[in-house]
C-alpha cells in the first residue's frame, strides 16, 4: 500500500534528521583526535568537492557572479559564524544537549522574521516564542551547578543560523540553490584552513580518521536531499513536527556512541522547547498561515558548513 504524501514527507524529515544527527556524532568523535577547524576543512573539502560536482553536472556554476549577491554573502557570514560556535559547542557538550537548544532555532527564525520583515506574529506564538527560550535557560542552566560557558556557544549559533535562514528567505529565486550551498561549503572549507593555526593546527589522520570525514559529508548532502523529498509534498504542518526526532536521535547517540546520559533537567527544558515549537506550528495552521511543504522553506537547521 503506497505511503500517502503526508506520511512519505514524514518518513523522509526522519531519515534527513538521523542522516545529520550522525554527521554531527561524527564529527564529535573526530574532534577527540584532531581540532575543530581540521574537522572543517577535511568535511569541507569533500562537501565542496561533491556539491561542486552536482552544482556543475545541474548547470548552477554557469553564473558564478551571481555568487556575488549581497544577501549570498549574508547567509554565508551567518553559516560561518554558527558553524564555529556549533562546532566548538559540540566539543565541549553532550550532543543531545547541543541538539536541545538548537531545537529553538525555529522560534528564533518566527522572531526575527517578525522584527525584521513584519511578518504577522499574534500574542500566542509570541508567547510561545519566550517559552521556549526559557526552555533553552532551563537547558543552560545559567548562574547553577552544571553551566558551561560552552553553552552560550549554542545560543550564539542559534541566532548565527537565524540570520542565515532569514537572508535565504530573502535570496532572489533566480539564484541557483547549488550554487548557494557550493559557496557556502567552500567558504567553510577555507574558513578551517585558516583557523587552523590558532585552533591546535594540523594532526596526523590515518585511513579511516579520512573515511569518517567523508562520510559526515555525503551523510549531509544525504540529509540535504531527503529534507528536499521531504518538501515537495504534503502538509508543512504535519510534516516539519518530525524534524524534532533529530533530538530522539541525539539522545540515542549520546547514549550509545559517547555514554552521556541526558538528566531530568535537560529532558524538561527539550520537552518546553519541542512544545512551543510544537504550539508555533498550530497557530500557524489555525491562522491560515500554513502552507503546502513545497512552498515552505522548511524547518530550520543546524549548520553544517553547506
Known amino acids: 500500500m503506497p505511503l500517502t504524501p503526508n506520511l512519505r514527507g514524514a518518513l523522509f524529515m526522519v531519515i534527513a534528521m538521523a542522516a545529520f544527527t550522525v554527521n554531527d556524532a561524527i564529527t564529535k568523535f573526530s574532534s577527540e583526535s584532531m581540532s575543530m577547524a581540521q574537522v572543517m576543512l577535511v568535511r569541507g573539502v569533500f562537501a565542496t568537492l561533491l556539491v561542486g560536482l552536482l552544482a556543475w553536472r545541474s548547470g548552477a556554476l554557469a553564473q558564478p557572479r551571481q555568487a556575488a549577491q549581497p544577501l549570498v554573502a549574508l547567509r554565508v557570514l551567518g553559516e ?10 559540540l566539543a565541549n557538550l553532550p550532543i543531545a544537549n547541543v541538539s536541545a537548544v538548537q531545537q529553538a532555532l525555529p522560534l528564533a527564525v518566527t522572531m526575527g522574521a517578525a522584527l525584521f520583515f513584519g511578518e504577522g506574529v499574534g ?9 521556549g527560550f526559557a526552555g533553552v535557560l532551563v537547558i543552560v542552566r545559567p548562574g547553577f551547578q552544571g553551566f558551561s560557558a560552552y553553552s552560550l556557544l549554542v545560543l550564539v549559533s542559534v ?35 585558516l583557523l587552523l593555526p590558532a585552533m591546535g593546527g594540523w594532526s596526523p589522520m590515518d585511513f579511516h580518521a579520512t573515511t569518517l570525514l567523508a562520510l ?13 523529498l521531504a518538501m515537495r509534498g504534503g502538509d508543512i504542518s504535519f510534516i516539519a513536527p518530525f524534524r524534532y526526532t533529530a533530538l530522539l536521535w541525539s539522545i540515542v547517540l549520546g547514549v550509545v556512541v559517547f555514554g552521556d546520559f541526558p538528566d531530568g533537567i535537560m529532558i524538561v527544558g527539550s520537552l518546553i522547547i519541542v512544545g512551543s515549537g510544537l504550539y508555533t506550528l498550530y497557530r500557524e495552521r489555525v ?3 500554513a502552507t503546502a511543504a513545497s512552498e515552505s522553506a522548511g524547518p530550520d537547521l543546524a549548520p553544517d558548513g553547506i
Open 80 to 89: 560561518a559564524c554558527g558553524t564555529v560556535a556549533y562546532l566548538l559547542a
Open 123 to 131: 500574542w500566542r506564538r509570541w508567547s510561545a516564542i519566550a517559552v
Open 159 to 193: 541566532i548565527a543560523c537565524a540570520v542565515r535562514d532569514l537572508a535565504t528567505r530573502r535570496i532572489p529565486s533566480d539564484i541557483p540553490t547549488l550554487l548557494i550551498s557550493a559557496v557556502t561549503s567552500l567558504a567553510m572549507t577555507v574558513l578551517g584552513a
Open 216 to 228: 559526515a559529508a555525503v551523510l549531509v548532502l544525504i540529509g540535504y536531499q531527503f529534507i528536499i
Open 287 to 289: 491562522t491560515g498561515r
